[in-house]
């Protein structure tokens, strides 16, 4: 059994993929918070409802025979997209930075991936233990 393949834990690493993009991105806006003429810049969001729509696809080789199957997906890894996102006007310099906003998206993406990676665990010990009972 492929794990990726199964739903949760696709969308689970898709999303702590994304989370960790971004957090890539915000210590470059924080890094760069002096740097004259720096624009902010932020990881396009990713709509998830499109993500759980796609599940219903399925991987080749495998069929749905009654809705209430799981539908597997190939994986599809996916580069994410960042766009410019000023925190506020720019300075005198031209930077337009923010320490306080970014400090609050870093911890609040920070927040995001904890959960994430919690509800894989979790997803992880049900696994093995449905797995250890048979």
């Known amino acids: 059994m492929d794990l990726p393949q199964i ?4 969308m689970l690493k898709e999303r702590m993929s994304w989370l960790s993009a971004r957090q890539d991105v915000l210590s470059q806006n924080v890094a760069n918070s002096d740097t004259p003429g720096y624009m902010a810049r932020d990881v396009k969001p990713v ?4 993500i759980l729509k796609g599940e219903t696809r399925t991987a080749p080789g495998l069929t749905v025979t009654d809705q209430r199957h799981i539908a597997i997906q190939p994986d599809t890894s996916s580069s994410f997209e960042n766009t410019n996102t000023p925190d506020t006007e720019s300075n005198p310099t031209g930077n337009t930075v923010s320490l306080e906003e970014e400090m609050i998206k870093v911890a609040d993406t920070q927040g995001q991936y904890a959960a994430a990676a919690n509800l894989y665990s979790k997803m992880m010990g049900m696994l093995q233990t449905a797995i250890s009972s048979h």
Do not use: C
């Open 47 to 50: 709509d998830f409802s499109d």
């Open 7 to 10: 739903p949760l834990l696709g």
